[in-house]
């Protein structure tokens, strides 16, 4: 996805021959990643090619999704989807404000610490955050809106948001802060306000950043499993537009499925089929950030 | 800044060469378990009573009875656990693997619901009652007795041997399709917490799941009743009865005998009453 790296190997010929030898190691680690991005996809497109023969696109337009009969992925794409863009959502109002307070308003020693907490908090395991879905913010929807259950779509979305939330607060920060001063000291001295220097002035300085962290967050959500998996409620349903009813995401239906499916030929391959699927999905959401990074930086 | 890249060097070197040499370590008797979350708690007791007079290491691990009988089949695990029979299909597809079944205790399964529908009044249900709820058909506990309240239904994954034994009482069919179904979950604990976290919820569990937010109903069909007490399972009146199995592929052998041995003797079935089944040799 990096789109400069064809442009350095062709265009940079010079700078190959000056390379010291650690370089060359550099590069050998840097093959390393990519073998093992290209060894993925090509895993699970190899892997998935029965189910494909078998369903072809109804793979991804059917609603069933019965083992030994028919595989159909849509209930799983909307719900992934869904999910993602509802945390997105959610996510994006309060990272931003938090990390333009951070960046703007903290001084030093107070930032360093508020830093120190995200990224503390940016490591914790999905597996906690699922535990704390299942036992209050279940709970907490069901009261709040008034359902006949709390594990639905939206439990899913604001457990994901809470998830990522650290993440895309301390990256978008990051790229706040790495605005030079200069900036903000020419805006000061056109009378311009904190605030209005933030708003106008830093924002769209660092605007190719927050899409890179807002990326980084929707990775990791789309990929979130268990925790996802503990509140979704698991059921293959296309929820349509009502957001308040059990669904299901492709991790989560692979967190299900995939001990059972070990073995038998059909049932992996429909789940390598789903995997392959949100790579696709990943790599999609990724390109159009970097297009929008490309273009926004021009 | 030479120093420094021989460093990088050296610490690259290393990590390469490492990897290799840490795997030769660790070569004791491993007993490796794996299944039903049904019969686990029986297996990782009896792991530590068993493993307090022996070197061998057993480790348990849940996964759901299709998962044991899986793992079992392809040498991925010693012991798989199923709280159901191997089916007729997973038999024709493991045919070479030569899965031998042994049974270790008796465990029921009930339909529960949340405690709040149980003191509203809903105490029995009949098989259609449980039929109609399952596939949509009835939507409102109001329709079988209870308060205008609209039912929670939970199923569990599809290879699950709890739900294979209770769609197979209630729709004579384990691989029934339940369009009524609001919820999926997996283990028993997950669908413990859910029923007991809903006020309106019904569900399907083994009896030694059964507590203070989770009740069992008694079961009526064709105009007989079926409390779901210890006692009818003993006297073989309660219909929803299953055996919990230890599955290996060919006879047991060495270290994995002598645990199947042990789980099936004095001791072994002592902690099958104890996790709240019945010992295979008591009734």
Known sequence: MNFSFGNYLSSDCSAVRNWEPLGWVFAGMNFIFLTCTMGLATFLLVESIPVWRSEGLAFWLGENWWVGETFGALPMICGSFIVTGLAVLLVLPVALSGALFTSEYLTPPLRRRMKGIMEMLAGIPGIIYGLLGVSFLTAGVKDVFNLLDGNTLFTAGCLLAIMILPTVLTLSEDALRSVSSEFREAAEGLGLTKLQTAWRVVLPQSLPGIVGAVLLGIGRAMGETIAVMLVIGSLDRVPGFNIFVSGQTIPSKLGREAAEALGSAEHWSALMGLGFTLFLMVAFITICGNYFKYWSGR | ?283
């Open chain 2, 1 to 283: 800044m030479a120093r420094y890249q021989r460093v990088w060097a050296g610490l690259i070197l290393c990590l390469m060469v490492g990897f290799p040499l840490e795997t030769v370590a660790d070569t004791g008797l491993r007993v490796q378990i794996v299944g039903s979350t049904t019969v686990l708690p029986v297996a990782s007791r009896s792991a530590q009573k068993f493993m307090q007079s022996s070197k061998v290491r057993i480790i348990a691990n849940a996964g759901g009875s299709g998962v044991g009988i899986h793992s079992v089949a392809q040498s991925r695990a010693d012991i798989g656990m199923a709280s159901r029979e191997i089916s007729p299909d997973e038999k024709i597809r493991f045919e070479k693997s030569n899965l031998i079944t042994h049974p270790v205790g008796l465990d029921a399964v009930a339909c529960m619901v949340s405690a709040e529908i149980y003191q509203a009044g809903v105490r029995h249900l009949t098989r259609r009652e449980i039929a109609g709820i399952y596939m949509g058909k009835i939507r409102n506990w109001k329709e079988v007795g209870g308060p205008d309240r609209e039912i929670v239904v939970i199923d569990k994954e599809r290879h699950r041997g709890t739900r294979h034994v209770f769609m197979n009482y209630i729709f004579g069919n384990a691989l029934q399709r339940t369009p009524g179904t609001l919820l999926v979950t997996g283990s028993n604990n997950e669908e413990q917490t859910k029923i007991a976290q809903s006020d309106s919820a019904i569900g399907m569990l083994s009896f030694a799941w059964i507590n203070e937010q989770v009740k069992a109903v008694t079961l009526r069909d064709q105009g007989k009743e079926y409390l779901p007490t210890w006692k009818a399972v003993q006297q073989r009146e309660y219909p929803i009865v299953r055996k919990l199995n230890f599955i290996t592929a060919g006879e047991p052998r060495g270290e994995v005998k002598a645990f199947i041995d042990f789980v099936k003797g004095p001791e072994g079935q002592k902690i099958i009453e104890e996790s709240g089944y019945i010992p295979i040799g008591g009734n």
